[in-house]
């Protein structure tokens, strides 16, 4: 396939998961299980300009007509925008793209900084509104972009945080942003790294409501071909292990030695026949994780699952493993509960009356939460294991 970003040929699979359904389409009952739909998931990456991408693109309103997810919920991610608002103290007029219900506009409002959010999704662009945290409803394009400089100002700092691998179009995301911003202004862009994920062999990543998995390389392409800089990044502990980039409304600005190391590094690493040995590593581990939960449950074993963010579904269905070796998947999310797993059709529920001293194998599929899911164990004794790579974890 041609790259999508910069047109390139030099493209090639990397990964292929198989038939997978939407990641976020949880299904209620029998019958929305019979309608659910699988499409072919296989990553292809670009030697080019160092993005991966999906092969297929899955219409994205099929999708988020019915997509939320309440960030506020998160408490580590709550800690994380306090400290970005803080950092952020001197800017004049901060415009927050994919706001969802006012996560990081709570904390800039506190810092007295002037700030307004963008969100599509009517419901949860409700609750910040109700919180007093201006949100314009719409997607992140030219109308709501004009309105805004029209109402305001043009921000001198953008925040997208999480967003941009959701973005079917990173070039013309890129341009908006261009517009949008007054000259020097800077955009912070917060992804899950390509390169950290890969290397941990966390496969669970890529999904369909995601079609761009991005490196450092990717983001200085992107935004100097549209004649913006990327200039220092920051890794930070967010969704496994993110990059925080900032991009400056300029061209030639010198990079900080950090942020040229990280591009160099992945440029050694991310070669595509490096990446190919990696489809077999994951071939590998998901075979070991099914053979794990068989001998585990004939070994008598009660084994539950802990979390069931998207990367569920990926997991469940490559690996397949269903209901049989899995009872069921805790989740503290009620729009969740009571619904079953996409494709593997595990039932998820809340953790009230589902905690008993049956279990004793916790797998936890949203791992960076372990500590707080750890809190729930106190009275019951169970071991507490990753999925992929399988592992205990302790
Ligand atoms: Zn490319």
Redesign the pocket.
Known sequence: MK?R??K?DR?KEILNLGKQPLANKYPKNKNEIKKEKKFGLSIFF?A??Q?AQIKNIVSRKLMFEEYFYLSSINKGLKIHFSKLARKLKKSKFVVDIGSNDGIFLEPLRKNKIKCVGIDPSINVGKIANDKGLKTYIDFFEKKVINKIIQEHKKPDVLVASSIVTHLENPIKFAKNTKYFLVKNGILIIEIEYLYKFIKNLEYERFYFDRPFYYSANSIDYIFKSIGMSLFDIEIVNIHGSSLRLYIKNSEFVKKTKRCKDILLKEKIYFNVNSLIKINKKIINESKKFRDRLIKLNQEGNTIIGYGAPARVSTITNFSNINSKLIKYIIDDSPIKQNKFTPGSHIKIVSKEKNLNKNINIVIVFAYEYLEDIRKNFKKIKVKFYKPIPFKVLL
């Open positions: 790259c970003i910069c390139s493209t670009c080019k300009c993005t």
